[in-house]
């Protein structure tokens, strides 16, 4: 019975593993391909087109890459940091409404987010934030924080206060306590909340377009008119690079929590 049980859950993880897989294999062969016809397995010839547009310089896709990295890092850190605290407000206080900071938290998701951003430009254009890059950032901190909010809510609660307390009476200041007891503890919470709110940044699309106003170009308002023109070689490379750029973001935050936690 235990055998059987192992050889199907074997299965599954290799099934799992395949339908991640061969979807990132097949994008890697359009990237490279000239000629791919139905209902041909392979391409029937390559070219490096959509990789020397890509990386060439001329198209200026690398920059519009370091343009969405810094956008998703900057908005990471805030809307984490505007998590932690909403975090600790409701584990270590009694206030009027305190029930409702995680709803209210919700809200920016329960939006129509083409009426919000709309809402937004508006706005912004009235503040002067409207084409400029801190006005995607905040845009795009208000659509990472009810992720980064309810993240940090469980993590915060699961811990409780009383370590901190303990703490307190030993004689760590406020600080103290929290950045030796507490934060440790939080980490892989933080952790969690940044790389959630990284990928809605990195992802998103209509916001930075619209707020942006194509002053600034990130990476996925370059690549979705491939997607609507059919360059399938294009829109694959882009597709490539895009994966390659939020596992390379994952892997180098998990290897420095793990270094942390040494």
Same mark, same amino acid.
């Given at each position: 019975?235990? @055998?059987r049980?192992? !050889? !199907?859950? /074997?299965?599954i993880?290799?099934?799992c593993?395949?339908?991640?897989?061969?979807?990132?294999?097949?994008? &890697?062969?359009?990237?490279?391909a000239a000629n791919?016809?139905? %209902? #041909?397995?392979? %391409?029937q010839?390559?070219?490096?087109?959509?990789?020397? #547009?890509?990386?060439? &310089?001329y198209?200026?896709?690398?920059?519009?890459l370091?343009?969405?990295?810094?956008l998703g890092?900057a =908005?990471?850190?805030?809307?984490? /940091?505007v998590?932690?605290?909403?975090a600790?407000?409701?584990?270590?206080?009694d206030?009027?409404?305190?029930?409702?900071?995680?709803?209210?938290?919700m809200?920016?998701?329960?939006?129509?987010?083409?009426?919000?951003?709309?809402?937004?430009? #508006?706005?912004f254009?009235?503040?002067?934030?409207?084409?400029? !890059?801190?006005?995607?950032?905040?845009?795009?901190?208000?659509l /990472?924080? %009810?992720?980064?909010?309810?993240?940090?809510i469980?993590?915060?609660?699961?811990?409780g206060c009383?370590?901190? #307390?303990?703490?307190?009476?030993? &004689? /760590?200041?406020?600080?103290?306590?929290?950045?030796l007891?507490?934060?440790?503890?939080?980490?892989?919470?933080? =952790?969690?909340?940044?790389?959630?709110a990284?990928?809605?940044?990195?992802?998103?699309?209509?916001?930075?377009?619209?707020?942006?106003g194509g002053?600034?170009?990130?990476f996925?308002?370059?690549?979705?008119?491939?997607f609507?023109?059919?360059? @399938?070689?294009?829109?694959?490379?882009?597709?490539?690079?895009?994966?390659?750029?939020?596992?390379?973001?994952?892997?180098a935050?998990?290897?420095?929590?793990k @270094?942390?936690n040494?």
């Amino acid at each position: 019975m235990k @055998r059987r049980y192992h !050889f !199907f859950s /074997a299965a599954i993880m290799v099934l799992c593993g395949l339908c991640i897989l061969l979807p990132l294999l097949v994008l &890697g062969l359009w990237s490279v391909a000239a000629n791919w016809p139905w %209902p #041909e397995l392979f %391409p029937q010839r390559f070219s490096l087109r959509a990789i020397g #547009e890509l990386f060439g &310089g001329y198209s200026g896709a690398m920059e519009a890459l370091g343009t969405s990295v810094l956008l998703g890092s900057a =908005a990471g850190l805030i809307a984490t /940091a505007v998590g932690v605290m909403a975090a600790r407000a409701v584990v270590f206080y009694d206030f009027p409404g305190k029930r409702w900071v995680s709803p209210a938290a919700m809200l920016p998701i329960l939006l129509p987010g083409t009426a919000l951003t709309m809402g937004l430009h #508006e706005i912004f254009l009235r503040l002067g934030l409207a084409d400029t !890059f801190a006005g995607v950032v905040i845009v795009h901190v208000i659509l /990472a924080v %009810p992720y980064t909010v309810k993240l940090m809510i469980d993590a915060a609660t699961s811990i409780g206060c009383s370590y901190e #307390e303990a703490a307190r009476t030993l &004689g /760590a200041n406020g600080l103290q306590a929290f950045a030796l007891v507490s934060a440790p503890m939080l980490l892989p919470g933080i =952790a969690a909340s940044f790389v959630m709110a990284y990928i809605v940044s990195f992802g998103d699309y209509f916001s930075a377009l619209l707020i942006g106003g194509g002053n600034v170009r990130t990476f996925t308002v370059m690549m979705v008119p491939y997607f609507q023109s059919g360059d @399938r070689t294009m829109a694959a490379a882009y597709s490539v690079t895009y994966v390659i750029v939020t596992l390379a973001v994952f892997i180098a935050l998990d290897l420095v929590i793990k @270094r942390i936690n040494k």
